[in-house]
């Protein structure tokens, strides 16, 4: 139990374009997610709240405009990555929030803009 | 305080050997202190986690010991196989934060044959 998927897996895109990843809860439902960016050999770094129902709350240093976040579903949220430039390119996790605290991961998506 | 700082930054471990990691974090606030592996190219998975209550949690060859006093924490890894080289990752979260987690920097360990 407790699986979640993200859509795609890996993506490459020309520069000035947008790409939407998707994450998805299979087998429960999830009203928050988190967004995550993480770059070779670093920690996780925590990009915004996804709240199903509600506007998305973002980190500090995160541009809202450009990191588009909804949350429609209690098992979809989705991240737009707008106008995208090679400094996005980066490999970005989501989570869903299962219970009181625990976060289960997606496998990622690896975004290569070019 | 929202950091949590992990060592070492690197392990090499023999097989049948006992890995060892250490996170130690400033805000008591944290109440849910999990570890997560992650192997190159995938997301963090859930190996195992703690709540300030206890002091010691054990899932398989995997234990965590909590000192609450100290504000620190580590993995146990008994029995450490080459399969479980990978990176792991220490976190913090409160539930008054929404459950955000604080990720520790990492720890690549690497088990030799």
């Not at chain 1, 996804?50 to 209690?74: C, M, P, R, W």
């Not at chain 2, 592996?37 to 195992?48: R, S, T």
Request: glycine share 8%; net charge neutral.
């Amino acid at each position: 139990g407790a699986v979640v998927s993200q859509h795609p897996s890996w993506v490459i895109c020309k520069s000035g374009t947008s790409v939407k990843i998707e994450c998805r809860s299979l087998d429960f439902q999830a009203t928050t997610m988190f967004w995550y960016r993480q770059f070779p050999k670093q920690s996780l770094m925590l990009m915004a709240t996804s709240n199903e129902g509600s506007k998305a709350t973002y980190e500090q240093g995160v541009e809202k405009d450009k990191f588009l976040i909804n949350h429609a579903s209690l098992t979809l949220s989705t991240l737009t990555v707008t106008s995208a430039h090679p400094e996005d390119s980066s490999f970005y996790i989501c989570s869903a929030l299962l219970g009181l605290g625990t976060q289960y991961f997606g496998p990622g998506t690896r975004l290569l803009v070019l | 305080q929202q950091q949590v700082k992990q060592s070492p930054q690197s392990l090499i471990v023999q097989k049948g050997g006992i890995s060892i990691i250490n996170c130690a974090y400033e805000n008591t606030a944290f109440d849910y202190f999990p570890w997560y592996q992650q192997f190159p190219g995938k997301g963090p998975a859930l190996l195992i986690a703690i709540r300030p209550d206890v002091s010691e949690k054990k899932e398989g060859r995997f234990t965590i010991s909590f000192n609450k006093s100290a504000k620190q924490f580590s993995l146990h890894i008994m029995d450490s196989q080459p399969g479980d080289s990978a990176t792991y990752f220490c976190a913090a979260s409160m539930e008054t934060s929404g459950s955000r987690l604080t990720f520790g920097e990492g720890t690549q360990l690497t088990v030799n044959p």
